[in-house]
Every structure is written in C-alpha cells, then in structure tokens.
C-alpha cells in the first residue's frame, strides 16, 4: 500500500496486522482519485473509519489543504499518525480515537467538510448509520462529496428515509467492492 501520486508519491504505508481493519485495494483508491483529483485543491477532507489514513493522506498529497481521520481504534489511530508523519503531512492532519455518531455530534456545527471518506467494516449498519447522521448534522460543505465504499449496491440498506435526503452522483464496481458518490440534496 502506498500513496500513489503528489508530493508524497510513492511512499509505502505502514499497513496493520491481521484482519481487523481492511485497507482499501489499491486499484479501487486510483479509480476514485481519478475521479475527484481536480476538485481537491485547498479542500478539507474528513476520513471517517480511517484505518491507516491512506484516503485521507492520498488527498493531502494531491493537494488538499487539511485532513481529519477518525477511528474508533487507538491501534488504527496510531498507524495513522505514524503513515502521516511518514508521509511528511502530519502538520495538515488531525487524528482523534472516536466513534463515528460521537465524532459527528461533536462536529456538528463546528467543522464542515469537502470530501467525506466512509469505509467502514462491511457487514455493519455503521454506514447507514454514518450516511443518517451526516444528513442530519452541518458537516458538509456546500457541494461536499461523500464517497463511500462498500460491498453491496444499497449503502442505505433499505433506509428510504436516509436515501431521500442524498442526491447518487455515481456508483461503480470494482470486483467485490462498490464505491457509491453522493451528495446531499439542497433544502
């Protein structure tokens, strides 16, 4: 695993042991920097389930202007910090140990994002759960990007009244692996 283009190109990440935390494949995180790698310049990028970091710190190294990673693992909020000092963007980062809905409450108001990074572990309602709160909380910038990546077609599983509150800009499917853009509809 390693940054794939900017100012830390190349960089190998420090990636974890055993199966607790399922770093994103390589080819899918080119597919979605292809996507997004124009709009990223002096953005501010929330990495919800960050794992090692490697979205959030692809986005630094493209040009994003700062980073938020949050997990609810001190091990993965540590491989964090280490993958962003590695990287030499550690000064752009900030690294909190939380649980998703805490973090959201907490941000609420407080800081507004760009691009929202979701990846949580598959086979929760973390993401549904994540996609409501963030529909219902002042964390997103006008116009924000919310990429989540997941294996099933229905990241709102079968919420219709999480569904009504986002506009699907794309999805797409990359072996097992969906990535779903959305945006949340205008008031």
């Known amino acids: 695993m390693r940054i794939i283009t900017g100012t830390a190109r190349g960089t190998k990440l420090f990636t974890p042991e055993g199966e607790h935390t399922r770093p994103t494949p390589e ?3 080119e597919a979605v920097f292809s996507m997004i790698q124009f709009d990223l310049e002096g953005t501010t990028v929330l990495d919800l ?8 710190l692809e986005a630094l190294s493209r040009g994003a202007e700062k980073a938020v990673f949050i997990d609810n693992s001190r091990e993965a909020a540590e491989l964090v ?6 990287t030499k963007l550690f000064d752009r980062c900030r690294v909190a140990v939380s649980d998703y809905a805490a973090y959201l409450r907490s941000a609420d108001g407080r800081e507004r994002f760009n ?3 979701l990846d949580p572990p598959y086979k929760t309602d973390c993401l549904v759960g994540a996609l409501d709160r963030i529909s219902r909380s002042d964390v997103c910038a006008p116009g924000c990007l919310i990429i989540c990546e997941s294996e099933t077609d229905d990241v709102f599983a079968g919420r219709e009244d999480v569904a009504q509150r986002y ?5 797409s499917r990359y ?3 969906r990535i779903t853009r959305l945006t949340l509809k205008a008031d």
């Open 27 to 29: 080819s899918v995180k």
């Open 49 to 56: 389930f960050a794992g090692t970091g490697q979205m959030g």
């Open 81 to 86: 910090i280490a993958n962003a000092k590695k």
């Open 115 to 117: 691009f929202i990074f």
């Open 167 to 171: 506009e699907l800009v794309k999805q």
């Open 175 to 177: 072996g097992r692996v």
